[in-house]
């Protein structure tokens, strides 16, 4: 090989680098506020494009790693690549964790379900700072190389914060399992379904939209302040119950005290 072919292949295999390189320099993170009432509190959006250069900068880095003329470049490249994989890990856990994190936001945003989910809330409580705070820096510094390089440990960090959402997660699926337990009809209904009723134990409004998915037929009870007194059907019938069913702090048991009046009334 002529020292001339092998000076521009070396200088082409450079200008793809460096334009690679430079083209990092521009990608940004896109953020928006997560809610009109969250002020301050940002989450990723537009993921599809950041994948999308990702995936093109990752096979761009292999295929200069493969060519003949690397060798004068390798560490340079070879130190590319490894920025890339971990900006790739570090999204990968990022998303995965925002998912779930919005998903859990709104669940403990219920003064019940941090009641009695208590170590848990700590639980998310941190993870929620975390990642927060995360964003908040993201919001302030989109470019993502630039904030993985002052993170270094991101990956890891984010791997911690999504073992202790799936731990919440499967912590939440056994309370669940405990109150459908206790009221099997519960059976009936979503996951999501379940947690709105239960978060909004004492809202009765709120949990009468599920009668009819309980209880074959029923559309709505007669609920007072204390107890509950009659059942309408799907077809307008109203039927008082043999006896009123007093309201309990727990939904599910006072619930059960309405199936087993309906029973004794019917």
């Known amino acids: 090989m002529s020292i001339s072919v092998k000076a521009t292949g070396e200088h082409k295999l450079k200008v793809q680098l460096d334009e690679l390189q430079n083209r990092w320099t521009k990608v940004e993170f896109k953020v928006k506020q997560y809610k009109e009432d969250k002020e301050g509190v940002y989450i990723l959006v537009e993921l599809d494009d950041l994948y999308n250069e990702l995936d093109e900068s990752l096979a761009a880095i292999n295929m200069i790693l493969g060519n003949r003329y690397v060798q004068v470049m390798r560490d340079k490249a070879e130190k590319l690549k490894k920025e890339l994989n971990n900006l790739n890990n570090a999204v990968e856990g990022w998303v995965k964790c925002q998912r779930d994190w919005i998903y859990l936001e709104n669940i403990f945003a219920s003064p019940e379900i941090k009641r009695v989910l208590q170590n848990d809330t700590k639980m998310f409580e941190s993870v929620n700072k975390f990642f927060t705070q995360l964003m908040v820096k993201t919001q302030k510094q989109p470019l993502p190389m630039k904030l993985t390089k002052n993170q270094p440990n ?57 009668m009819k998915q309980l209880f074959d037929g029923l559309v709505k009870l007669e609920i007072t302040d204390t107890d509950v007194t009659k059942m309408y059907s799907k ?32």
Do not use: H
């Open 154 to 210: 991101l990956v890891e960090q984010l791997t911690q914060q999504n073992a202790n959402l799936e731990i919440i997660q499967k912590n939440l699926d056994k309370y669940l399992e405990t109150k459908r337990g206790i009221f099997p009809r519960f059976y009936f209904l979503s996951k999501d379904e379940l947690l709105t009723i239960l978060a909004n134990s004492e809202n009765y409004l709120v949990i009468q939209q599920f």
């Open 235 to 266: 077809e307008g019938e109203c039927i008082d119950f043999t006896r009123a069913v007093k309201l309990k702090p727990a939904v599910e048991q006072w619930l059960v005290g309405v199936q087993d009046a309906m029973r004794d009334t019917i």
